[in-house]
Protein backbone atom coordinates (compact mmCIF):
# COMPACT_ATOMS: atom_id res chain seq x y z
CA UNK A 1 0.00 0.00 0.00
CA UNK A 2 1.34 3.11 -1.29
CA UNK A 3 1.38 6.26 1.48
CA UNK A 4 -0.59 9.28 0.74
CA UNK A 5 1.85 12.00 -0.30
CA UNK A 6 0.74 14.63 2.25
CA UNK A 7 0.84 12.21 4.86
CA UNK A 8 4.96 11.79 3.97
CA UNK A 9 5.00 15.35 3.52
CA UNK A 10 3.38 15.91 7.14
CA UNK A 11 5.80 13.41 8.60
CA UNK A 12 8.81 15.01 6.92
CA UNK A 13 7.80 18.50 8.03
CA UNK A 14 6.79 17.41 11.64
CA UNK A 15 10.36 16.13 12.30
CA UNK A 16 12.11 19.16 11.00
CA UNK A 17 9.72 21.62 12.94
CA UNK A 18 10.88 19.14 15.81
CA UNK A 19 14.37 19.68 15.02
CA UNK A 20 14.72 23.39 14.42
CA UNK A 21 13.28 24.16 17.92
CA UNK A 22 15.12 21.36 20.09
CA UNK A 23 18.23 22.82 18.57
CA UNK A 24 18.03 26.38 19.14
CA UNK A 25 16.80 24.81 22.97
CA UNK A 26 19.95 23.04 22.88
CA UNK A 27 21.36 26.54 21.42
CA UNK A 28 19.83 28.04 24.81
CA UNK A 29 21.49 25.39 27.23
CA UNK A 30 24.83 26.37 25.47
CA UNK A 31 24.38 29.96 26.42
CA UNK A 32 23.63 29.57 29.99
CA UNK A 33 26.27 27.66 30.10
CA UNK A 34 28.46 29.78 29.26
CA UNK A 35 29.58 28.02 25.91
CA UNK A 36 28.79 29.99 22.81
CA UNK A 37 30.97 32.57 21.14
CA UNK A 38 30.41 36.53 21.62
CA UNK A 39 27.52 37.77 24.35
CA UNK A 40 25.10 37.73 22.03
CA UNK A 41 22.26 34.86 20.56
CA UNK A 42 18.94 35.07 19.21
CA UNK A 43 16.87 32.15 19.32
CA UNK A 44 14.12 31.48 16.56
CA UNK A 45 11.73 29.32 18.16
CA UNK A 46 7.94 30.49 17.01
CA UNK A 47 9.34 30.77 13.86
CA UNK A 48 10.35 27.34 12.52
CA UNK A 49 7.17 26.62 9.83
CA UNK A 50 9.10 29.91 7.98
CA UNK A 51 12.18 28.48 7.84
CA UNK A 52 10.92 24.78 6.99
CA UNK A 53 8.25 25.52 4.47
CA UNK A 54 9.95 28.09 2.28
CA UNK A 55 13.16 25.18 2.91
CA UNK A 56 10.89 22.87 1.59
CA UNK A 57 10.16 24.86 -1.41
CA UNK A 58 13.71 25.04 -2.37
CA UNK A 59 15.82 23.22 -5.11
CA UNK A 60 19.92 22.11 -5.09
CA UNK A 61 21.49 24.85 -6.47
CA UNK A 62 19.51 27.77 -4.78
CA UNK A 63 21.45 30.59 -2.82
CA UNK A 64 19.90 32.01 0.29
CA UNK A 65 20.91 34.84 2.89
CA UNK A 66 19.61 34.95 6.39
CA UNK A 67 19.45 37.40 9.47
CA UNK A 68 21.01 37.40 12.81
CA UNK A 69 18.05 34.83 13.83
CA UNK A 70 19.19 32.32 10.94
CA UNK A 71 20.08 29.14 12.84
CA UNK A 72 16.72 26.99 12.47
CA UNK A 73 17.02 28.13 8.48
CA UNK A 74 20.13 26.92 7.85
CA UNK A 75 19.25 23.85 9.94
CA UNK A 76 16.11 23.44 7.75
CA UNK A 77 18.32 23.66 4.36
CA UNK A 78 20.31 20.54 5.70
CA UNK A 79 22.88 21.47 7.79
CA UNK A 80 24.70 19.41 10.16
CA UNK A 81 23.86 20.57 13.27
CA UNK A 82 27.12 19.42 15.09
CA UNK A 83 28.94 21.60 13.08
CA UNK A 84 26.49 24.36 13.53
CA UNK A 85 26.17 24.17 17.26
CA UNK A 86 30.13 23.71 17.36
CA UNK A 87 30.15 27.07 15.14
CA UNK A 88 28.28 28.93 17.60
CA UNK A 89 30.60 27.84 20.64
CA UNK A 90 33.53 29.47 18.15
CA UNK A 91 34.79 26.00 18.07
CA UNK A 92 37.36 24.69 14.66
CA UNK A 93 35.16 22.06 13.65
CA UNK A 94 32.32 24.42 12.93
CA UNK A 95 31.27 25.66 9.92
CA UNK A 96 33.16 28.50 9.88
CA UNK A 97 36.18 27.42 11.87
CA UNK A 98 34.44 29.39 14.75
CA UNK A 99 35.17 32.52 12.88
CA UNK A 100 31.83 32.85 12.09
CA UNK A 101 29.59 32.35 15.70
CA UNK A 102 25.59 32.36 15.86
CA UNK A 103 25.10 35.45 13.25
CA UNK A 104 27.49 34.95 10.98
CA UNK A 105 27.57 31.19 9.92
CA UNK A 106 27.97 30.16 6.17
CA UNK A 107 28.52 27.15 3.82
CA UNK A 108 28.62 27.92 -0.02
CA UNK A 109 28.13 24.25 -0.13
CA UNK A 110 24.44 24.27 0.63
CA UNK A 111 23.47 27.96 -1.06
CA UNK A 112 24.47 29.78 2.49
CA UNK A 113 26.08 33.34 1.37
CA UNK A 114 25.99 34.10 4.69
CA UNK A 115 24.00 35.35 8.02
CA UNK A 116 24.56 39.43 8.95
CA UNK A 117 24.00 40.15 12.08
CA UNK A 118 23.30 44.47 10.54
CA UNK A 119 19.41 44.67 9.97
CA UNK A 120 19.11 44.18 6.47
CA UNK A 121 22.54 43.65 6.12
CA UNK A 122 22.26 40.47 4.13
CA UNK A 123 19.46 41.41 1.63
CA UNK A 124 21.71 42.59 -1.13
CA UNK A 125 23.58 39.78 -1.37
CA UNK A 126 21.07 38.07 -3.22
CA UNK A 127 20.19 40.45 -6.16
CA UNK A 128 23.95 39.64 -7.01
CA UNK A 129 23.84 36.10 -6.53
CA UNK A 130 20.17 36.22 -8.29
CA UNK A 131 21.99 38.29 -11.06
CA UNK A 132 25.00 35.71 -11.37
CA UNK A 133 21.68 32.85 -11.42
CA UNK A 134 20.63 34.76 -14.59
CA UNK A 135 23.66 35.41 -16.79
CA UNK A 136 24.59 31.91 -16.21
CA UNK A 137 20.74 30.73 -17.14
CA UNK A 138 21.13 27.79 -14.16
CA UNK A 139 17.64 28.18 -13.44
CA UNK A 140 18.29 28.68 -9.53
CA UNK A 141 17.24 31.09 -7.28
CA UNK A 142 18.11 33.61 -4.78
CA UNK A 143 16.52 34.04 -1.27
CA UNK A 144 17.05 36.60 1.43
CA UNK A 145 15.56 35.92 4.99
CA UNK A 146 15.07 39.19 7.46
CA UNK A 147 13.00 40.13 9.89
CA UNK A 148 9.79 42.64 10.30
CA UNK A 149 12.98 45.05 11.44
CA UNK A 150 14.07 45.06 8.35
CA UNK A 151 10.80 46.74 6.28
CA UNK A 152 11.84 49.92 7.78
CA UNK A 153 15.37 49.71 5.75
CA UNK A 154 16.11 51.46 2.51
CA UNK A 155 18.60 48.68 1.59
CA UNK A 156 15.04 46.63 0.61
CA UNK A 157 13.48 49.09 -1.54
CA UNK A 158 16.61 48.74 -3.43
CA UNK A 159 17.04 45.83 -3.64
CA UNK A 160 13.34 44.98 -4.38
CA UNK A 161 13.51 47.59 -7.41
CA UNK A 162 16.67 46.15 -9.23
CA UNK A 163 14.85 43.04 -8.90
CA UNK A 164 11.74 44.08 -10.42
CA UNK A 165 14.04 46.18 -12.80
CA UNK A 166 16.46 43.52 -13.97
CA UNK A 167 13.64 40.99 -13.46
CA UNK A 168 16.09 38.27 -11.22
CA UNK A 169 15.00 35.16 -9.72
CA UNK A 170 14.94 36.88 -6.40
CA UNK A 171 12.00 36.07 -3.70
CA UNK A 172 12.61 38.06 -0.46
CA UNK A 173 11.10 36.56 2.71
CA UNK A 174 10.16 38.44 5.72
CA UNK A 175 9.84 36.84 9.28
CA UNK A 176 7.29 38.42 10.53
CA UNK A 177 7.66 37.93 14.67
CA UNK A 178 5.49 41.07 15.27
CA UNK A 179 8.73 42.78 17.23
CA UNK A 180 11.47 44.29 16.18
CA UNK A 181 14.08 44.18 19.47
CA UNK A 182 11.62 45.43 22.20
CA UNK A 183 9.53 47.78 19.81
CA UNK A 184 6.06 46.26 18.51
CA UNK A 185 5.48 46.24 15.21
CA UNK A 186 3.09 48.41 15.16
CA UNK A 187 4.75 50.90 17.08
CA UNK A 188 7.64 50.79 14.15
CA UNK A 189 5.39 50.99 10.91
CA UNK A 190 2.80 53.34 9.92
CA UNK A 191 1.11 50.16 7.57
CA UNK A 192 1.43 46.41 7.91
CA UNK A 193 0.30 45.72 4.83
CA UNK A 194 4.41 45.05 3.71
CA UNK A 195 3.27 43.13 0.56
CA UNK A 196 1.45 46.19 -1.11
CA UNK A 197 4.82 47.84 -0.67
CA UNK A 198 7.07 44.91 -2.29
CA UNK A 199 3.65 44.94 -5.25
CA UNK A 200 4.27 48.75 -5.56
CA UNK A 201 7.92 47.49 -7.25
CA UNK A 202 6.58 44.84 -9.42
CA UNK A 203 6.58 42.04 -7.11
CA UNK A 204 4.46 39.05 -6.56
CA UNK A 205 3.95 39.39 -2.88
CA UNK A 206 1.60 37.38 -0.59
CA UNK A 207 1.09 37.10 2.84
CA UNK A 208 0.46 33.71 4.89
CA UNK A 209 0.02 31.94 8.02
CA UNK A 210 3.44 31.07 9.59
CA UNK A 211 1.64 28.82 12.02
CA UNK A 212 0.96 26.18 9.17
CA UNK A 213 4.09 24.94 7.43
CA UNK A 214 2.26 23.47 4.58
CA UNK A 215 0.47 27.18 3.62
CA UNK A 216 3.68 28.61 3.53
CA UNK A 217 4.98 25.39 1.56
CA UNK A 218 2.48 25.93 -0.95
CA UNK A 219 2.81 29.68 -1.19
CA UNK A 220 6.41 29.53 -1.41
CA UNK A 221 6.50 26.77 -3.94
CA UNK A 222 4.32 28.51 -6.07
CA UNK A 223 6.06 31.79 -6.03
CA UNK A 224 9.42 30.28 -6.93
CA UNK A 225 8.12 28.53 -10.23
CA UNK A 226 7.67 32.23 -11.18
CA UNK A 227 11.00 33.28 -9.74
CA UNK A 228 12.87 31.50 -11.62
CA UNK A 229 11.22 32.93 -14.91
CA UNK A 230 12.45 36.45 -14.05
CA UNK A 231 9.39 37.16 -11.67
CA UNK A 232 10.89 38.02 -8.15
CA UNK A 233 8.57 37.89 -5.17
CA UNK A 234 7.99 39.06 -1.61
CA UNK A 235 6.29 36.58 1.22
CA UNK A 236 5.66 37.69 4.20
CA UNK A 237 5.09 34.81 7.10
CA UNK A 238 3.18 36.18 9.89
CA UNK A 239 4.68 33.93 13.40
CA UNK A 240 5.25 35.34 17.52
CA UNK A 241 8.53 35.56 18.89
CA UNK A 242 8.23 32.61 21.68
CA UNK A 243 11.17 34.22 23.32
CA UNK A 244 12.85 37.77 23.93
CA UNK A 245 15.09 39.37 21.45
CA UNK A 246 18.70 37.73 22.64
CA UNK A 247 18.70 35.08 24.61
CA UNK A 248 19.37 37.51 27.94
CA UNK A 249 16.09 39.17 27.14
CA UNK A 250 13.75 38.96 29.03
CA UNK A 251 10.95 40.56 27.16
CA UNK A 252 9.10 43.19 30.09
CA UNK A 253 7.70 44.99 27.23
CA UNK A 254 5.64 42.18 26.85
CA UNK A 255 3.02 41.33 29.47
CA UNK A 256 2.04 37.74 30.35
CA UNK A 257 -1.67 37.68 28.68
CA UNK A 258 0.16 38.36 25.36
CA UNK A 259 2.59 35.90 25.34
CA UNK A 260 0.36 33.30 26.80
CA UNK A 261 -1.86 33.71 23.54
CA UNK A 262 1.43 34.49 21.08
CA UNK A 263 2.39 30.94 21.65
CA UNK A 264 -0.47 29.89 21.02
CA UNK A 265 0.79 30.04 17.38
CA UNK A 266 2.97 27.26 17.33
CA UNK A 267 3.30 25.45 14.30
CA UNK A 268 4.46 22.16 15.87
CA UNK A 269 1.16 21.46 17.48
CA UNK A 270 -0.50 23.06 14.61
CA UNK A 271 0.84 20.36 12.82
CA UNK A 272 1.31 17.34 15.44
CA UNK A 273 -2.92 18.19 15.95
CA UNK A 274 -3.38 17.35 12.54
CA UNK A 275 -1.35 14.44 12.24
CA UNK A 276 -2.96 12.87 15.23
CA UNK A 277 -6.25 13.95 13.27
CA UNK A 278 -5.31 12.31 10.42
CA UNK A 279 -4.55 9.00 11.74
CA UNK A 280 -0.98 9.03 10.38
CA UNK A 281 0.63 8.84 13.73
CA UNK A 282 -0.70 8.54 17.09
CA UNK A 283 0.38 10.56 19.94
CA UNK A 284 2.98 7.86 21.26
CA UNK A 285 4.50 7.88 17.61
CA UNK A 286 4.77 11.65 17.82
CA UNK A 287 6.19 11.93 21.33
CA UNK A 288 9.63 8.45 19.66
CA UNK A 289 10.22 11.02 17.42
CA UNK A 290 10.65 13.96 19.63
CA UNK A 291 12.91 11.69 21.53
CA UNK A 292 14.55 10.51 18.70
CA UNK A 293 15.23 14.43 17.59
CA UNK A 294 16.26 15.40 21.24
CA UNK A 295 18.71 12.66 21.42
CA UNK A 296 20.64 13.70 17.63
CA UNK A 297 20.50 17.64 19.48
CA UNK A 298 22.13 16.12 22.78
CA UNK A 299 24.73 14.75 20.55
CA UNK A 300 25.29 18.17 18.76
CA UNK A 301 25.41 20.04 22.30
CA UNK A 302 28.06 17.38 23.48
CA UNK A 303 29.86 17.37 20.09
CA UNK A 304 30.28 20.96 20.61
CA UNK A 305 31.28 20.83 24.30
CA UNK A 306 34.20 18.71 23.14
CA UNK A 307 35.86 20.30 20.00
CA UNK A 308 38.94 22.23 20.51
CA UNK A 309 39.03 25.66 20.38
CA UNK A 310 40.80 27.04 17.15
CA UNK A 311 44.52 27.66 17.23
CA UNK A 312 46.54 30.69 17.58
CA UNK A 313 47.52 29.77 14.33
CA UNK A 314 44.71 29.89 12.47
CA UNK A 315 43.25 33.53 13.52
CA UNK A 316 44.47 34.29 9.84
CA UNK A 317 43.24 31.24 7.89
CA UNK A 318 40.43 32.13 5.37
CA UNK A 319 40.60 35.84 6.62
CA UNK A 320 43.57 36.99 4.61
CA UNK A 321 45.61 35.94 1.11
CA UNK A 322 47.56 32.82 1.89
CA UNK A 323 50.45 34.44 -0.53
CA UNK A 324 51.19 37.12 1.27
CA UNK A 325 52.57 37.54 4.49
CA UNK A 326 50.43 37.29 7.75
CA UNK A 327 49.78 41.19 9.24
CA UNK A 328 51.90 41.68 12.50
CA UNK A 329 49.78 43.46 15.56
CA UNK A 330 50.55 46.93 16.54
CA UNK A 331 51.61 45.95 20.11
CA UNK A 332 54.48 44.28 18.19
CA UNK A 333 55.22 46.91 15.80
CA UNK A 334 55.82 49.28 19.03
CA UNK A 335 58.08 46.69 20.58
CA UNK A 336 59.99 46.89 17.17
CA UNK A 337 60.05 50.44 17.04
CA UNK A 338 61.12 50.10 20.43
CA UNK A 339 63.95 47.88 20.55
CA UNK A 340 65.23 49.75 17.41
CA UNK A 341 65.30 53.09 18.72
CA UNK A 342 67.44 51.81 21.83
CA UNK A 343 69.63 50.12 19.47
Not at 118 to 136: C, N, P
Not at 240 to 269: C, L, N, T, V, W
Not at 307 to 330: A, K, L
Request: proline fraction near 3%.
Amino acid sequence: MIDHPEKQQALRFFRQLVRVRTFEERVSELFVQGGTAGSMLHLSIGEEAGAVGVMGAMREGDGFTTHHRGHGIFLARGADPKRMMAEIAGKSSGYCRGKGGSMHIADMGLGHLGANAIVGGGISHVVGAGLTYQMKHNGNAAIAFFGDGAMQQGILYESMNLSALWKLPVMFVCINNEYGMGTRLDRASATLEFERRAETFGLRAAEVDGTDVFEVYNRSRNMLEDVRKGQPAFLKVNSYRFHGHARMDKSPYRDQDEEREGRKKDAIAFLRQHIVEEGWYQESECDELVEEVKQEMDEALKYAQQSSNPSPEEIYDDVFDPETDNPVSVDFRIRQALHYSQG
